[in-house]
Protein backbone atom coordinates (compact mmCIF):
# COMPACT_ATOMS: atom_id res chain seq x y z
CA UNK A 1 0.00 0.00 0.00
CA UNK A 2 1.16 3.86 -0.54
CA UNK A 3 0.18 5.31 2.63
CA UNK A 4 0.41 9.04 3.79
CA UNK A 5 -0.73 10.60 7.30
CA UNK A 6 -1.11 13.93 7.67
CA UNK A 7 -0.10 15.45 10.86
CA UNK A 8 0.01 19.32 12.19
CA UNK A 9 3.00 17.93 14.68
CA UNK A 10 6.42 16.04 13.74
CA UNK A 11 9.74 15.43 14.14
CA UNK A 12 11.69 16.72 15.60
CA UNK A 13 9.67 18.24 18.26
CA UNK A 14 6.38 16.01 18.52
CA UNK A 15 3.68 15.82 20.91
CA UNK A 16 1.84 12.23 21.68
CA UNK A 17 -0.12 13.08 18.47
CA UNK A 18 3.46 12.86 16.38
CA UNK A 19 4.79 10.48 18.22
CA UNK A 20 1.57 7.76 17.42
CA UNK A 21 2.57 9.01 13.37
CA UNK A 22 6.19 8.86 13.57
CA UNK A 23 5.42 4.44 15.35
CA UNK A 24 3.21 3.87 12.63
CA UNK A 25 5.29 5.37 9.50
CA UNK A 26 8.28 3.34 11.06
CA UNK A 27 6.42 0.10 11.15
CA UNK A 28 4.70 0.57 7.50
CA UNK A 29 7.93 1.58 6.05
CA UNK A 30 9.50 -2.08 7.64
CA UNK A 31 6.59 -4.20 6.71
CA UNK A 32 7.29 -2.80 2.96
CA UNK A 33 4.49 -0.58 2.44
CA UNK A 34 5.24 3.13 0.69
CA UNK A 35 4.60 5.41 3.87
CA UNK A 36 5.09 9.26 4.01
CA UNK A 37 4.31 11.70 6.18
CA UNK A 38 2.82 15.26 5.86
CA UNK A 39 3.79 17.72 8.21
CA UNK A 40 4.99 21.22 9.04
CA UNK A 41 8.49 22.08 8.76
CA UNK A 42 10.48 22.43 11.65
CA UNK A 43 13.86 22.76 10.99
CA UNK A 44 16.07 22.01 7.88
CA UNK A 45 18.11 19.87 9.66
CA UNK A 46 19.32 16.43 9.11
CA UNK A 47 16.30 14.06 8.80
CA UNK A 48 18.23 10.77 9.68
CA UNK A 49 17.67 7.55 7.83
CA UNK A 50 13.75 6.94 7.99
CA UNK A 51 11.77 3.64 6.51
CA UNK A 52 9.39 6.79 5.19
CA UNK A 53 9.36 9.93 3.41
CA UNK A 54 8.50 13.56 4.79
CA UNK A 55 6.47 15.62 2.63
CA UNK A 56 6.69 19.13 4.78
CA UNK A 57 5.29 22.36 4.55
CA UNK A 58 6.75 25.85 5.77
CA UNK A 59 5.42 26.17 9.53
CA UNK A 60 5.78 29.29 11.85
CA UNK A 61 5.56 28.79 15.83
CA UNK A 62 1.84 28.89 17.19
CA UNK A 63 0.18 30.95 19.30
CA UNK A 64 0.89 30.84 22.97
CA UNK A 65 1.84 27.09 21.98
CA UNK A 66 5.27 27.85 21.29
CA UNK A 67 6.11 23.64 20.81
CA UNK A 68 3.82 23.69 17.97
CA UNK A 69 4.26 24.85 14.63
CA UNK A 70 1.37 26.00 12.32
CA UNK A 71 1.12 26.51 8.21
CA UNK A 72 -0.81 26.84 5.00
CA UNK A 73 -0.07 23.72 3.05
CA UNK A 74 -2.83 25.03 0.07
CA UNK A 75 -0.03 28.03 -0.01
CA UNK A 76 3.10 26.39 -0.73
CA UNK A 77 3.37 25.41 -3.75
CA UNK A 78 6.31 23.32 -3.26
CA UNK A 79 4.61 21.43 -0.96
CA UNK A 80 1.61 20.69 -3.41
CA UNK A 81 3.89 19.55 -6.11
CA UNK A 82 5.30 16.57 -4.38
CA UNK A 83 2.12 15.34 -2.78
CA UNK A 84 1.09 15.92 -7.00
CA UNK A 85 3.61 13.69 -7.73
CA UNK A 86 2.22 10.81 -5.32
CA UNK A 87 -0.75 8.18 -5.96
CA UNK A 88 -2.00 7.35 -2.61
CA UNK A 89 -4.12 4.45 -1.47
CA UNK A 90 -5.29 5.86 1.66
CA UNK A 91 -4.95 8.94 3.42
CA UNK A 92 -4.81 8.75 7.61
CA UNK A 93 -5.35 12.59 8.80
CA UNK A 94 -4.33 13.02 12.86
CA UNK A 95 -6.13 16.33 12.64
CA UNK A 96 -8.65 18.73 11.75
CA UNK A 97 -7.09 21.47 11.27
CA UNK A 98 -4.25 22.71 8.41
CA UNK A 99 -2.42 19.67 8.05
CA UNK A 100 -5.80 17.45 7.83
CA UNK A 101 -7.91 20.08 6.01
CA UNK A 102 -4.44 19.52 3.27
CA UNK A 103 -5.42 15.52 3.64
CA UNK A 104 -8.65 15.79 3.49
CA UNK A 105 -8.63 17.88 0.25
CA UNK A 106 -5.99 15.30 -1.50
CA UNK A 107 -8.06 12.40 -0.69
CA UNK A 108 -10.88 13.83 -2.64
CA UNK A 109 -9.21 14.35 -5.17
CA UNK A 110 -8.20 11.51 -5.96
CA UNK A 111 -11.47 9.62 -4.72
CA UNK A 112 -9.36 7.46 -2.13
CA UNK A 113 -10.97 7.06 1.36
CA UNK A 114 -9.84 9.20 4.39
CA UNK A 115 -9.29 7.74 7.94
CA UNK A 116 -9.60 10.30 10.56
CA UNK A 117 -7.90 9.43 14.32
CA UNK A 118 -9.79 12.12 17.17
CA UNK A 119 -6.67 12.72 19.66
CA UNK A 120 -7.43 15.36 21.74
CA UNK A 121 -9.30 17.23 23.64
CA UNK A 122 -10.14 20.24 21.72
CA UNK A 123 -12.54 22.16 23.75
CA UNK A 124 -9.94 22.69 26.08
CA UNK A 125 -6.86 23.28 23.57
CA UNK A 126 -9.64 25.94 22.43
CA UNK A 127 -10.47 27.56 25.87
CA UNK A 128 -6.96 27.97 27.03
CA UNK A 129 -5.42 29.94 23.76
CA UNK A 130 -9.07 31.96 23.27
CA UNK A 131 -10.89 32.20 26.95
CA UNK A 132 -13.97 32.55 25.38
CA UNK A 133 -16.39 29.33 26.01
CA UNK A 134 -18.44 30.81 22.68
CA UNK A 135 -15.40 30.51 20.73
CA UNK A 136 -14.12 27.19 22.31
CA UNK A 137 -17.81 26.03 21.42
CA UNK A 138 -17.57 27.00 18.03
CA UNK A 139 -14.34 25.97 17.19
CA UNK A 140 -15.30 22.22 18.68
CA UNK A 141 -17.75 22.22 15.47
CA UNK A 142 -15.39 22.88 13.26
CA UNK A 143 -14.18 19.30 14.46
CA UNK A 144 -17.14 17.38 14.51
CA UNK A 145 -17.91 18.91 11.05
CA UNK A 146 -14.28 17.44 10.14
CA UNK A 147 -14.84 14.55 10.96
CA UNK A 148 -18.07 13.65 10.07
CA UNK A 149 -16.68 14.60 6.61
CA UNK A 150 -14.36 11.48 7.24
CA UNK A 151 -14.99 7.93 5.78
CA UNK A 152 -14.27 6.31 8.92
CA UNK A 153 -12.73 8.17 12.93
CA UNK A 154 -10.81 6.28 14.89
CA UNK A 155 -10.10 7.31 18.81
CA UNK A 156 -7.37 6.55 20.86
CA UNK A 157 -9.14 5.19 24.13
CA UNK A 158 -13.02 4.55 24.83
CA UNK A 159 -12.79 7.75 26.98
CA UNK A 160 -11.71 10.56 23.72
CA UNK A 161 -14.27 8.14 21.40
CA UNK A 162 -17.00 9.52 23.99
CA UNK A 163 -15.48 12.92 24.41
CA UNK A 164 -16.22 13.32 21.04
CA UNK A 165 -19.22 12.02 20.92
CA UNK A 166 -20.18 14.81 23.73
CA UNK A 167 -19.23 16.92 21.50
CA UNK A 168 -21.76 15.79 19.07
CA UNK A 169 -20.39 13.70 16.29
CA UNK A 170 -23.00 11.19 15.69
CA UNK A 171 -20.92 8.21 13.39
CA UNK A 172 -19.68 5.02 14.89
CA UNK A 173 -16.38 5.30 16.00
CA UNK A 174 -13.35 2.93 15.95
CA UNK A 175 -10.86 2.42 19.01
CA UNK A 176 -7.32 1.66 17.85
CA UNK A 177 -5.02 1.70 21.15
CA UNK A 178 -1.61 3.30 21.12
CA UNK A 179 1.62 1.08 21.25
CA UNK A 180 4.64 1.00 23.46
CA UNK A 181 7.76 -1.23 22.45
CA UNK A 182 9.80 -2.27 25.43
CA UNK A 183 13.40 -1.37 25.75
CA UNK A 184 16.47 -2.84 27.03
CA UNK A 185 17.52 -0.57 29.95
CA UNK A 186 21.34 0.58 29.56
CA UNK A 187 23.43 0.97 33.25
CA UNK A 188 25.38 3.59 31.34
CA UNK A 189 22.17 6.03 30.47
CA UNK A 190 20.56 5.39 34.09
CA UNK A 191 23.83 6.76 35.72
CA UNK A 192 24.33 9.56 32.49
CA UNK A 193 20.80 10.36 33.77
CA UNK A 194 21.25 10.64 37.55
CA UNK A 195 24.07 12.69 37.10
CA UNK A 196 23.02 15.40 34.68
CA UNK A 197 20.25 15.90 36.79
CA UNK A 198 22.31 15.77 40.13
CA UNK A 199 20.45 13.03 41.62
CA UNK A 200 22.41 10.81 44.52
CA UNK A 201 20.68 8.61 46.17
CA UNK A 202 16.99 10.55 46.39
CA UNK A 203 14.24 8.34 45.10
CA UNK A 204 12.42 9.66 42.01
CA UNK A 205 8.70 10.98 41.31
CA UNK A 206 8.42 11.45 37.17
CA UNK A 207 6.15 13.57 35.04
CA UNK A 208 6.76 13.38 31.31
CA UNK A 209 5.16 15.92 29.12
CA UNK A 210 4.02 19.39 28.29
CA UNK A 211 4.73 21.82 30.61
CA UNK A 212 1.24 23.14 30.46
CA UNK A 213 -1.29 23.42 33.58
CA UNK A 214 -3.94 21.25 31.28
CA UNK A 215 -1.87 18.43 32.34
CA UNK A 216 -2.59 18.16 35.98
CA UNK A 217 0.52 19.78 36.89
CA UNK A 218 -0.66 21.95 39.63
CA UNK A 219 -1.90 18.22 41.44
CA UNK A 220 1.00 16.88 40.95
CA UNK A 221 3.50 20.30 42.54
CA UNK A 222 0.98 20.19 45.51
CA UNK A 223 0.68 16.53 46.04
CA UNK A 224 4.29 16.48 46.01
CA UNK A 225 4.45 19.14 48.89
CA UNK A 226 3.28 17.20 51.11
CA UNK A 227 5.41 14.25 50.79
CA UNK A 228 7.94 13.39 53.33
CA UNK A 229 11.10 11.35 52.44
CA UNK A 230 14.73 11.64 50.18
CA UNK A 231 12.36 12.58 46.97
CA UNK A 232 12.66 14.53 44.19
CA UNK A 233 10.05 15.31 41.47
CA UNK A 234 11.26 15.27 37.71
CA UNK A 235 8.98 17.45 35.29
CA UNK A 236 10.80 16.20 32.23
CA UNK A 237 9.47 18.42 29.24
CA UNK A 238 9.10 22.08 27.49
CA UNK A 239 5.69 24.41 27.47
CA UNK A 240 4.16 27.49 27.44
CA UNK A 241 3.55 27.60 31.30
CA UNK A 242 7.24 26.74 32.58
CA UNK A 243 8.28 29.56 34.55
CA UNK A 244 4.57 29.44 36.26
CA UNK A 245 5.26 25.91 37.15
CA UNK A 246 8.78 26.64 38.76
CA UNK A 247 7.09 29.71 40.21
CA UNK A 248 4.67 27.44 42.27
CA UNK A 249 7.33 24.98 43.07
CA UNK A 250 9.72 27.57 45.11
CA UNK A 251 5.71 28.95 46.43
CA UNK A 252 5.50 25.74 47.65
CA UNK A 253 9.08 25.53 49.15
CA UNK A 254 9.84 22.51 47.58
CA UNK A 255 12.02 24.30 44.20
CA UNK A 256 15.27 22.90 45.02
CA UNK A 257 13.86 19.37 45.10
CA UNK A 258 11.98 19.92 41.75
CA UNK A 259 13.65 19.30 38.87
CA UNK A 260 12.81 20.62 35.02
CA UNK A 261 15.15 19.70 32.86
CA UNK A 262 13.30 20.47 29.84
CA UNK A 263 12.66 17.57 26.71
CA UNK A 264 14.71 14.65 27.22
CA UNK A 265 15.52 14.22 23.37
CA UNK A 266 17.75 10.68 23.52
CA UNK A 267 15.31 7.68 23.49
CA UNK A 268 17.55 5.61 25.71
CA UNK A 269 18.15 8.61 28.47
CA UNK A 270 14.26 8.61 28.85
CA UNK A 271 14.07 5.04 29.02
CA UNK A 272 16.45 5.35 31.89
CA UNK A 273 15.08 7.95 33.32
CA UNK A 274 11.84 6.09 33.23
CA UNK A 275 13.38 3.16 34.72
CA UNK A 276 15.17 5.46 37.35
CA UNK A 277 11.50 6.24 38.84
CA UNK A 278 9.56 4.72 41.89
CA UNK A 279 6.42 5.75 40.61
CA UNK A 280 5.40 7.89 37.26
CA UNK A 281 3.01 10.28 38.25
CA UNK A 282 0.25 10.92 35.90
CA UNK A 283 -2.83 12.63 37.05
CA UNK A 284 -3.66 14.14 34.19
CA UNK A 285 -7.59 14.17 33.11
CA UNK A 286 -7.00 15.97 29.69
CA UNK A 287 -4.96 13.25 27.87
CA UNK A 288 -6.69 10.84 25.80
CA UNK A 289 -5.00 6.95 25.58
CA UNK A 290 -1.09 8.68 26.91
CA UNK A 291 1.69 7.31 25.54
CA UNK A 292 3.46 8.18 28.60
CA UNK A 293 1.94 5.76 31.40
CA UNK A 294 2.41 3.41 28.36
CA UNK A 295 6.25 3.81 28.40
CA UNK A 296 6.56 4.16 32.09
CA UNK A 297 4.89 0.81 32.08
CA UNK A 298 7.54 -0.78 29.86
CA UNK A 299 10.48 0.54 31.44
CA UNK A 300 8.39 -1.47 34.69
CA UNK A 301 7.74 1.72 36.11
CA UNK A 302 3.91 1.54 37.82
CA UNK A 303 1.76 5.16 37.31
CA UNK A 304 -0.40 6.95 39.81
CA UNK A 305 -3.47 7.85 37.56
CA UNK A 306 -6.98 9.55 38.22
CA UNK A 307 -9.88 7.24 38.70
CA UNK A 308 -11.95 7.64 35.94
CA UNK A 309 -9.86 9.15 33.69
CA UNK A 310 -8.39 7.71 29.88
CA UNK A 311 -5.26 7.11 31.50
CA UNK A 312 -6.96 4.94 33.79
CA UNK A 313 -8.42 2.50 30.94
CA UNK A 314 -5.49 0.42 31.44
CA UNK A 315 -4.33 0.47 35.08
CA UNK A 316 -5.97 -2.27 37.63
CA UNK A 317 -5.50 -0.54 41.02
CA UNK A 318 -3.08 -2.06 43.26
CA UNK A 319 -1.92 -4.79 39.96
CA UNK A 320 -0.46 -2.46 37.58
CA UNK A 321 -0.86 0.84 38.99
CA UNK A 322 -2.64 3.14 41.53
CA UNK A 323 -5.47 5.28 41.33
CA UNK A 324 -6.34 8.61 43.24
CA UNK A 325 -8.69 10.81 43.34
CA UNK A 326 -8.16 14.72 41.42
CA UNK A 327 -7.16 16.03 44.53
CA UNK A 328 -3.49 16.71 45.80
CA UNK A 329 -4.14 15.15 49.28
CA UNK A 330 -5.37 11.78 48.17
CA UNK A 331 -2.62 11.64 45.25
CA UNK A 332 0.15 12.23 48.32
CA UNK A 333 -1.47 10.01 50.16
CA UNK A 334 -1.71 6.99 47.63
CA UNK A 335 2.15 7.65 46.79
CA UNK A 336 2.94 8.06 50.26
CA UNK A 337 1.25 4.87 51.35
CA UNK A 338 3.06 2.72 48.15
CA UNK A 339 6.88 4.18 48.84
CA UNK A 340 6.48 2.23 52.35
CA UNK A 341 6.75 -0.97 50.25
CA UNK A 342 9.22 -0.71 47.75
CA UNK A 343 9.51 -5.00 47.35
CA UNK A 344 5.38 -4.09 46.64
CA UNK A 345 6.15 -1.39 44.73
CA UNK A 346 9.08 -3.12 41.87
CA UNK A 347 6.54 -5.88 41.66
CA UNK A 348 3.38 -3.96 40.81
CA UNK A 349 5.83 -2.16 38.18
CA UNK A 350 7.23 -6.08 36.68
CA UNK A 351 2.95 -6.31 36.57
CA UNK A 352 3.03 -3.33 34.63
CA UNK A 353 5.64 -4.00 32.06
CA UNK A 354 4.16 -7.66 31.46
CA UNK A 355 0.32 -6.16 31.38
CA UNK A 356 0.47 -2.74 29.77
CA UNK A 357 2.80 -2.01 26.56
CA UNK A 358 1.89 -3.29 23.11
CA UNK A 359 4.09 -3.78 20.53
CA UNK A 360 3.97 -1.38 17.71
CA UNK A 361 4.37 -3.41 15.27
CA UNK A 362 1.50 -5.63 16.21
CA UNK A 363 -0.24 -1.95 16.64
CA UNK A 364 0.52 -0.90 13.09
CA UNK A 365 -0.51 -4.62 11.83
CA UNK A 366 -4.12 -3.92 12.57
CA UNK A 367 -3.71 -1.05 11.49
CA UNK A 368 -2.85 -2.16 7.92
CA UNK A 369 -5.81 -4.97 7.92
CA UNK A 370 -7.86 -1.60 8.53
CA UNK A 371 -6.66 -0.28 5.90
CA UNK A 372 -7.17 -2.76 3.45
CA UNK A 373 -10.37 -3.49 4.31
CA UNK A 374 -11.46 0.85 4.12
CA UNK A 375 -9.82 0.31 0.64
CA UNK A 376 -11.97 -2.63 -0.47
CA UNK A 377 -15.04 -0.97 0.88
CA UNK A 378 -14.55 2.15 -0.79
CA UNK A 379 -13.71 0.61 -4.14
CA UNK A 380 -16.89 -1.66 -4.23
Request: charged share 25%.
Amino acid sequence: MKIIQFSDSFIPIMDGVGNVVYRYAVNFGKKGHESYVAAPQTNTGYRGDYPFEIIDYVGVPLWKMNSYTVGTPKMDSHFKKRLEMIEADIVHVHSPFMAGQAGMSYAKKRKIPVIGTFHSKYYDDFLQVTGIELLAEAGVKIVVDFYEKCDEVWAVSESSAQTLKDYGYKGSVRVMPNGTDTKEILPEKVSEIREKLNIGSERILLFVGQMNWKKNIETTLRAFAMLNGDLKLVLAGRGPHEAEIRALADKLGVGERVIMPGHITDPDLLNALYSSAKLFLFPSIYDNGPLVVREAAAAGTPSVVVRGSSAAECVKDGVNGLLCENDPADLAAVVQKALEDENELDAMGMRAKMTIPIPWSSIAEDVLWEYKRVIEKTNK
